[in-house]
């Protein structure tokens, strides 16, 4: 059994996208309840803490940063930076507790408390890119969080691994230049938000899309990652892995048409803690079917728990 970090924070719940927005607090509030099942007392429970200006100047520039955190709506106002990507009261401090969230667990890996972490938080932040807030996304949180273990623990080689059935484009434009950077991502096409075709593989060939097409299932998923995905990751050999959690590859999605099961997601988590290397964190992004979201992300955080990391022991002794 895995020592597991579930970070997280109240702020989180607070930001609001307006009526009917897919990306709600119920979201969270659904993950939180299903890992109240006495399955995850083991579960080392942390504070997502609010991630500082110059952290998220990480993967931002300052201009950026400072034009996000300067926004300041009233009770009741929501501004929309895109078509779907509304920026009320609460919603700055949310995604700020939300990056705040995934550099927390790569120092809770690092420093050797936990061997592994889930953070619940949301907004998401993989749509991100590095100026300009898209997709229900403020700052990319996965890629402030890989910038953060080579700035304070001298990491070099950072993976990130997307399962959400949406391409993160964000992360992708962030690391397609770096080849100690790495991003795979299986997702539907043609989908939001049109980025993720085959043969975009970055610099280095550090970039690996998988492209499903709407309707594929558990089989073609599992291919794609058994074939090409999880292979390509093995032969990166990161020293730390970083995973995009989204759950909207669901059947019951209402924003694609994947058809993966819940067990797909369990079956994800352990095939990406084998191939890790020792090091894995996970961050929450999509998944807007509460019920499917509520499931799906309980056995990702089971699997986490219950499955086996290589080199445990040595990595933390
Ligand atoms: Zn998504």
């Given at each position: 059994m895995n020592r597991v970090a579930l970070i997280t924070h109240q702020a989180c719940l607070a930001h609001d996208a307006g009526p009917g927005h897919p990306e709600c607090p119920d979201r969270l509030r659904v993950v939180l309840a299903a890992l109240e099942h006495p399955d995850f007392t083991s579960l080392l429970r942390e504070q997502a803490p609010l991630a500082t200006e110059a952290q998220l100047c990480l993967a931002h520039p300052a201009a950026y940063v400072q034009a996000i955190?300067?926004?300041?709506?009233?009770?009741?106002?929501?501004?929309?930076?895109?078509?779907?990507?509304?920026?009320?009261?609460?919603?700055?401090?949310?995604?700020?507790?939300?990056?705040?969230?995934?550099?927390a667990a790569v120092d809770a890996v690092m420093e050797g408390w936990a061997?592994?972490?889930?953070?619940?938080?949301?907004?998401?932040?993989?749509h991100a890119e590095a100026r300009q807030a898209m997709g229900f996304c403020l700052f990319n949180s996965v890629a402030i969080a890989a910038h953060h273990a080579?700035?304070?623990?001298?990491?070099?080689?950072?993976?990130?691994?997307?399962?959400?059935v949406h391409h993160g484009n964000g992360t992708q434009h962030m690391f397609a230049d770096d080849p100690d950077l790495f991003y795979a991502s299986s997702h539907q096409m043609p989908c939001y938000p049109g980025t993720g075709a085959a043969h975009e593989?970055?610099?280095?060939?550090?970039?690996?899309?998988?492209?499903?097409?709407?309707?594929?299932?558990?089989?073609?998923?599992?291919?794609?990652?058994?074939?090409?995905?999880?292979?390509?990751?093995?032969?990166?050999?990161p020293e730390l892995l970083i995973v995009s959690a989204g759950f909207d590859a669901h059947r019951a999605d209402p924003l694609a048409q994947l058809r993966l099961e819940t067990a797909d997601f369990g079956w994800i988590?352990?095939?990406?803690?084998?191939?890790?290397?020792?090091?894995?964190?996970?961050v929450l992004e999509g998944g807007y079917d509460?019920?499917?979201?509520?499931?799906?992300?309980?056995?990702?955080?089971?699997?986490?728990?219950?499955?086996?990391?290589?080199g445990k022991r040595g990595l933390n002794a």
């Open positions: 955190l300067a926004l300041a709506p009233e009770a009741g106002e929501l501004l929309a930076l895109d078509s779907d990507t509304h920026v009320g009261p609460g919603s700055v401090a949310a995604a700020r507790h939300a990056a705040g969230g995934a550099i061997e592994t972490a889930f953070v619940a938080v949301r907004p998401p932040g993989h080579r700035a304070r623990w001298g990491l070099t080689r950072i993976a990130v691994v997307d399962f959400d593989t970055g610099v280095a060939g550090n970039i690996v899309n998988l492209p499903l097409d709407p309707g594929a299932g558990s089989v073609a998923f599992r291919a794609v990652w058994e074939r090409q995905g999880l292979p390509a990751l093995r032969a990166f050999a988590t352990d095939e990406l803690m084998a191939a890790c290397g020792g090091r894995m964190i996970s509460l019920a499917a979201l509520a499931a799906s992300a309980g056995l990702h955080v089971r699997r986490l728990i219950a499955g086996d990391l290589p």
